[in-house]
């Protein structure tokens, strides 16, 4: 199984790219943001307690995404790979993730962070807010989000390192060029999918 994490800051791409890496590689896409978003349109109990954390830009509590995360994996046992996107965002994260594939005997095989100046970010998120209808892209909620990324979701970039895993790709150039630059690192361990 090919497993990979795309990591970055919010703005960064990670949604864009994900789009077009599952579509090249025949993947699974896992997006922790889109599940969630998900709960809260269906207004279940998880999501109204998650939106409360999001509408304030901060992360919802590690055991609600874990949970999460764990089902969609055991829905797709055939699954050539995952593209986990937007997680692990905290290091409790990141462990209970190896857990969960060494339970299924496989692991994240790389992890290729997007890197995007935080200028840059806001200016994608403010405008992505005007179309998006994403009750947190608004500027002051923003700024709490990357503030959050910075403090909690940062320091998971240094676990995959020191597992030899972490990949830095500059997210700042034009989605196709960022694409090319993505495979290239992803080639080296899957080919596209007839
Ligand atoms: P972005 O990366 O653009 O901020 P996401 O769609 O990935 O957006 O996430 C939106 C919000 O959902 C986050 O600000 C956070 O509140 C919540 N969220 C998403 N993924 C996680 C996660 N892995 N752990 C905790 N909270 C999460």
Do not use: W
Not at 69 to 88: C, H, L, Q, V, Y
Not at 168 to 179: D, K, L
């Amino acid at each position: 199984m090919f497993n990979l994490v795309l990591f970055g800051p919010p703005g960064s791409g990670k949604g864009t790219q994900s789009a077009n890496i599952l579509q090249t590689y025949n993947l699974i896409h896992i997006s922790t943001g889109d599940l969630l978003r998900d709960e809260v349109a269906r207004q279940t109990p998880l999501g109204i307690e998650a939106r409360k954390f999001m509408d304030q830009g901060l992360l919802v509590p590690d055991e609600v995404v874990i949970g999460m995360i764990s089902s969609k994996i055991d829905e797709n046992p055939e699954a050539r790979g995952f593209i986990f996107d937007g997680f692990p965002r905290t290091r409790a994260q990141a462990e209970a993730l190896d857990k969960l594939l060494e339970f299924k005997n496989t692991s994240i095989t790389l992890v290729l962070s997007l890197e995007v100046t935080e200028e840059e970010l806001i200016k994608r998120l403010v405008g992505r807010g005007q179309t998006s209808g994403r009750s947190d892209d608004t500027e002051e909620v923003i700024v709490k989000r990357i503030k959050e990324y910075r403090s909690k979701t940062e320091p998971v970039a240094g676990y995959y390192k020191n597992h030899g895993k972490l990949e830095g790709i500059a997210g700042n150039h034009a989605i196709e060029e960022t694409f090319k630059m993505l495979c290239k690192h992803i080639n080296k361990y899957i080919l596209p999918a007839e």
